[in-house]
């Protein structure tokens, strides 16, 4: 069975924005209790991520490895309408990918102790970013009862 | 409930391939209306990556972002068997990956304005490429009726 | 349906643990025939590749790679606590992701002839890793009979 969500999120420009929350809240009013939930956000300059939830400073240090990966008005882009950062952004959603699903049981995502839920924003300027969260499995558990 | 194509795309050498029409063709043809759509290639030298479909100076620069992250020839390389590139495509698989889950409603992806959906051959002469795409859902949203 | 698996998998250290064996065993003991494989590692510094399974010299160039997309004991990391493979092992992990689906029917998954499915270790010391393998899909096809 599926059940599927719309959520959107205000970003505050490039960085990390914490969704599980708004995912786990979604999740609680679910009917169903195991399978996985699927994340997917519906733009080309903003991605997903999982990663450390604990000390920002790993954020900080992501950025710098994605900002040398793919530098802002980089000279060789050729596509450079909306500003430095538009292509780089691409790049890095690229990278970082538009969905990623997680398992859930009982109700609860199975992430590990470290493991945070991440919209990342890309742009420089803060934006207004559409998520779908599709939840597909089951009500109960297979091999209950 | 499950449905499952076998597709199969030619690549022209190096870039993207847009799949989105043949995925939307076997979507069409489906029973399922809501749900998850996984598309897998099954091949270490190609992937698969959702970016942006109007300006094709994106996946220009996207290329050059790759050609950095893993050059074709680079001397450090101890596999090179089939060529310059072929070490390279396996880096770049690495970094765009195999498979990707896209969510879709009354039989239709939910993709962004701006989302293309393209298969990414890394190798640089044209290949075929088998992909699998695997449809899990309902046939009617779980809350109607 | 959902049928659900608990892995734990022992690393050597920084590169890839052959995962494909034990998720195959957990698939032909489980009673869906046709559908989607997740698999999810529930750590921030380790992740999943599909990729080449025939020359060991493609992982070892992988790793060449990754080096220098997120070097070891980059003066420019903030983020340090644990060591100089501490925030390398979480931009690592963000480039390659903690979870990837791979299509399955009967009974098998449908992995293309050069792929391999690896537990990638981004610490260089030994670690366990617990690993969570979901299977959603149908005891038989759905255009069986």
Known sequence: MVEQFHLAFRTRGRGTTPILDEVNRALSGASLRVGLA?????HTSASLLINENADPR?????????????????????????GDDDMAAHAR?????????VPFAD????????QGLYLYEHRTSPHR???VLTLIGDTAPMNDG
């Open 58 to 82: 790993v954020h900080r240090d992501l950025e710098t490895v994605l900002s040398r990966f793919a530098p802002d008005g980089d000279p060789a882009y050729t596509h450079d309408d909306e």
């Open 93 to 101: 959603t690229m990278l970082t990918g538009p969905g990623l699903s």
């Open 107 to 114: 109700g609860r995502l199975l992430l590990g102790t470290w």
């Open 38 to 42: 699927h994340v997917f956000v519906r």
């Open 129 to 131: 970013r559409s998520v």
